[in-house]
């Protein structure tokens, strides 16, 4: 038996790297997480993008929540989004009836993300927006952010949150509109273009 002496730097061999966890594919996405939007529904709106890094690389394993009201400005009261069959624990998923608001999705290999949602109604003094949780690998915290929908105008100009950022910072809030209910949204986790981030306290 070979003994080997690990008491000081030179006694210990170099080891492999390895990503700092946690990961975030494993159990956490459902499937059907990213159809919110009950089927066949007329204020149904797709918000995609990709989650890049600081060298506006594509994650391919970020996860991604999005929950939002419904149309009239209302917080879903809704059960399930990951409902279980009673009977035999299986997954039934959505009812496809009731709009529950709330969404998860895994970047795909090219770190693309969408969600089918419906499109949020005003609440309070903010303009019409999704509220967005982003995991992914490095982050050791969760971050929030929200997506903006272009369309009204004046209700962004008077949103509180927006009103504080300045025009460059604004823009990394507000979704562009891709054609008929559609709108691309990308998550820059740093440097150029950064996602505005928000803290809760």
């Known amino acids: ?68 009201p419904d149309p009239e400005g209302n917080l879903p009261s809704a059960d399930g989004s990951m409902r279980r069959d009673p009977a035999s624990g299986g997954f039934l998923g959505r009812n496809g009836v009731e709009f529950t608001g709330f969404g998860r999705v895994q970047t795909d ?38 997506v903006y929908l272009p369309g009204d105008e004046a209700a962004l100009a008077a949103d509180p949150l927006l009103a504080r950022l300045d025009e460059e910072r604004r823009g990394t809030l507000v979704a562009g509109a891709e054609g008929p209910a559609t709108y691309r949204f990308d998550i820059r986790l740093q440097g150029e273009g950064e996602t505005v981030f928000l803290e809760f306290q």
């Open 1 to 68: 038996m070979t003994r080997i002496d690990t008491s000081g730097p030179d006694g210990v061999s170099p080891t492999p790297s390895h990503t700092v966890g946690p990961f975030y594919g494993y159990a956490l996405p459902f499937r059907g997480g990213e159809e919110i939007a009950p089927l066949g529904h007329p204020d149904t709106v797709t918000v995609h993008g990709y989650v890049l890094d600081g060298e506006g690389r594509p994650l391919p394993d970020a996860l991604v929540e999005v929950w939002g």
């Open 109 to 146: 290999a090219d770190g693309h993300w969408y969600v089918r949602t419906l499109r949020p109604g005003a609440r309070g003094h903010s303009a019409p927006h999704l509220s967005v949780c982003v995991f992914a690998r490095g982050l050791l915290v969760h971050l929030f952010t929200r």
